[in-house]
């Protein structure tokens, strides 16, 4: 539920605070609950990592505040937030989500409400006129260690699946690459014998290079002009007298 409030089940979700993933984690959260983050992967966007993340982030949470409505606060605000809003309290013993609720942030005010809405609409699912959706059903994978730096792109033809479905068993994979280490690949079940009799066939992934720095000798083409206008000694010799004007 809080996944569904915090990102609308969007994997990739990027809040305007560099928050990502289904579960909505900063990198310093993330990185305090374990999830890697390097040049090819971010685990904040994996769903299985993440979650995992998640629920120990809410239960260090409840060890703090001790009642779920003002976890929830502190899951969406921060719960150095939450303890100073509380430290300053005049009564002391005020301290659970709705007295704080008028001093909290605008957007933390509305989440917690906007939750408990979301959990009696699904709890009580025929009376809102959505007894006849029907859930997806779990995702089913089988998961391969990989030894072989390779893009996605490559594993489509001899696995014989999109590159969207692989994208979405693993969507941690930042550009479609798998890191340079041993990686555990999610692919689709009946897959995994494929993939570890065709890996080895599969051209390793190469880098795009940058381009060269420019240098004091490099060529410089003065203006669209000059490469639209016939290379005559007469047409150099016009457009390097309008430089001079």
């Known amino acids: 539920m809080v996944a569904l409030i915090e990102s609308g089940f969007k994997a990739h979700a990027l809040s305007p605070a560099r928050a990502l ?90 989440y917690v409400p906007r939750f408990l809405a979301a959990l009696q609409v699904i709890e009580h699912a025929e009376k809102y006129g ?30 014989c699946v999109s590159l969207a479905t692989l994208k979405e068993l693993n969507p941690e994979l930042r550009y479609g690459v798998l890191p340079d280490a041993r990686y555990p690949l999610r692919v689709p079940v009946g897959k995994a014998e494929l993939l570890l009799s065709a890996i080895n066939q ?17 060529p410089i083409i003065a203006s669209n002009a000059v490469r639209r206008s016939p290379a005559s000694p007469e047409n150099i010799i016009r457009l390097s007298s309008n430089c001079w004007r």
């Open 21 to 110: 993933g289904l579960w909505q984690f900063i990198p310093s959260t993330g990185y305090k609950f374990g999830l890697k983050r390097s040049h090819y992967i971010d685990e904040r966007i994996d769903f299985e990592k993440s979650t995992d993340a998640a629920i120990a982030y809410l239960k260090e949470l409840h060890g703090i505040f001790g009642d779920w409505a003002t976890v929830l606060a502190a899951y969406n605000c921060g719960e150095g937030r939450v303890l100073h809003v509380i430290r300053t309290q005049n009564i002391n013993y005020l301290d659970d989500f709705w007295d704080l609720y008028d001093r909290l942030p605008h957007e933390t005010a509305r």
């Open 130 to 159: 959505l007894a006849e959706i029907t859930p997806y059903p779990p995702m089913a994978y089988k998961t391969v260690t990989v030894h072989r730096q390779v893009h996605l792109k490559d594993l489509t033809t001899p696995l």
């Open 202 to 218: 599969v051209p390793i992934y190469v880098a795009p290079q940058p381009p060269p720095p420019r240098t004091r000798d490099s």
